[in-house]
């Protein structure tokens, strides 16, 4: 009786079974439709097309011409463009901040674009129509092509930005890869790239501090008066409780730098020595008519806190930009959120290092004061085809510690590098030691 059980028991399962595939199969799909791929390369789809009828020309990129993730300055002969410089702005992206104030993802796009170029075997510049065309500050509007390697294809690097999520569209669907372009940014949101990520960018210093580039706070240091601020830069001098901080602008070729005062807090010595490049977070304040950081804050048990001052590296060589007496002594025109506006180089330069060769020393003036801790210190009046420029020593002393006087530069011809300082609304160059004045 139980094996007769068994038997029926069994033979109603397979029964069941046999009916579940036939249900199943009834409830199949009729089509046989692919899944949708969870990734499209849209820069791998799209090709370069060199006889399209637009313009096309071959570039070069160094490393001082990297500005920003859609922003770049290629090297071209003057036969092209009589700068020797192609300015050029990519069409349809707009990559966060990096070169002005930083904005969240700047940072990432910026490194993006210059690890694309800076290993490319050949870099293109496509124009959108079959001339070249400008925005209203003359930078050239563009596709950037690149080969990785001699054997690859190019690809489109406008693309491949708003592909990785890191950069937003800017009038991308009106352009000749419009829906490419568009595609591309939908891609990215979808799947949740940096900008589109709705997580924090780890490079961007959260918290109080607004995070500036030296350049800005040059520019605009009155606007950020009484604000924290991070900025990040190479030491160029530490002494006396104060030290000089600058960075290159590609945009301008032009070194801006900002002086620091750390007051009597020695930790902060190591950490802001001369070559070590370093992130510091402090209070803009006037200091006798010169803009300054200071109210540092660091706490060595916490040097990940984006409100510590940290270095970064260190061992890094001092630029000493060489400015000849003229071009201190004229004026420099740059560009400002999308406005040329003109200035004083030397005020632009405050702060900043800077050489000048062949300055024929007309006067000195030494400072003889006895209660003044600079006795000793001098000011040289120099000149060059005309133009006079002051360099102020520091106290100077030889190799045995004696003092050194004027007679050792009175009518001498000397170079020099230094600190451009501005004192009682005149500039002049700060000397330190004598390691920074050559003798002819």
């Known amino acids: 009786m139980k094996k007769t059980t068994f038997r029926i028991i069994s033979l109603i399962l397979i029964v069941c079974m046999i009916g579940a595939v036939f249900t199943a199969c009834d409830q199949a799909p009729a089509d046989n439709t692919p899944a949708e791929p969870t990734h499209i390369d849209y820069v791998d789809q799209l090709k370069l097309d060199l006889n399209s009828g637009r313009k096309h020309y071959e570039v070069k990129w160094t490393e001082r011409s990297h500005i920003d993730g859609d922003t770049s300055h290629f090297t071209v002969p003057k036969d092209f463009d009589a700068t020797g410089i192609v300015k050029a702005r990519y069409l349809a992206v707009d990559t966060p901040e990096s070169t002005g104030q930083i904005e969240e993802w700047g940072k990432a796009a910026s490194a993006f674009t210059k690890e694309k170029l800076s290993t490319a075997h050949s870099i293109i510049i496509e124009s959108e129509t079959d001339r070249w065309n400008f925005d209203g500050n003359g930078r050239y509007l563009v596709w950037v092509w690149y080969k990785p390697t001699a054997e690859a294809d190019y690809r489109c690097l406008n693309i491949e930005l708003l592909q990785n999520g890191l950069g937003g569209g800017s009038s991308s669907a009106e352009t000749i890869y419009g829906q490419t372009a568009v595609n591309a940014i939908a891609q990215a949101t979808k799947e949740k790239l940096y900008m589109f990520s709705g997580t924090k960018d780890p490079d961007f210093p959260y918290g109080e501090a607004k ?14 008066e009484g604000q924290k601020v991070a900025v990040e830069g190479i030491i160029t001098y530490n002494s006396n409780y104060e030290a000089y901080i600058e960075s290159y602008d590609a945009e301008t070729d032009m070194y801006f730098g900002m002086q620091i005062f750390y007051g009597y807090n020695s930790q902060l010595i190591p950490v802001l020595e001369q070559g070590a490049i370093v992130r510091v977070v402090g209070v803009v304040n006037s200091f006798y008519g010169t803009y300054q950081i200071s109210s540092l804050k660091y706490n060595a048990m916490r040097p990940t806190d984006p409100a510590n001052t940290s ?20 004026n420099k025109t740059i560009l400002i959120n999308d406005e040329e506006k003109t200035f004083k180089y030397a005020d632009l330069s405050v702060s900043a290092s800077i050489s000048m060769k062949n300055l024929k020393v007309d006067s000195v003036y030494t400072t003889t004061n006895p209660a003044a801790s600079d006795t ?10 005309g133009v006079t420029v002051d360099v102020r020593t520091a106290v100077l002393k030889d190799a045995n510690g004696n003092l050194i006087t004027a007679e050792t530069f009175q009518g001498k011809t000397i170079d020099i590098q230094g600190i451009v300082d501005c004192y009682e609304g005149s500039y002049q160059i700060r000397v330190f030691s004598m390691d920074d004045i050559v003798i002819h």
Do not use: W
């Not at 270095?311 to 004229?330: L, R, Y």
């Open 311 to 330: 270095q970064i590296s260190k061992g890094n060589p001092i630029a000493f930009k060489e400015v000849t007496p003229a071009e201190f002594a004229g």
């Open 376 to 385: 000793g210190a001098m000011t040289l009046t120099c000149s060059v085809d």
């Open 211 to 224: 995070s500036v580039t030296l350049k800005e706070l040059r520019i605009n240091a009155a606007s950020y």
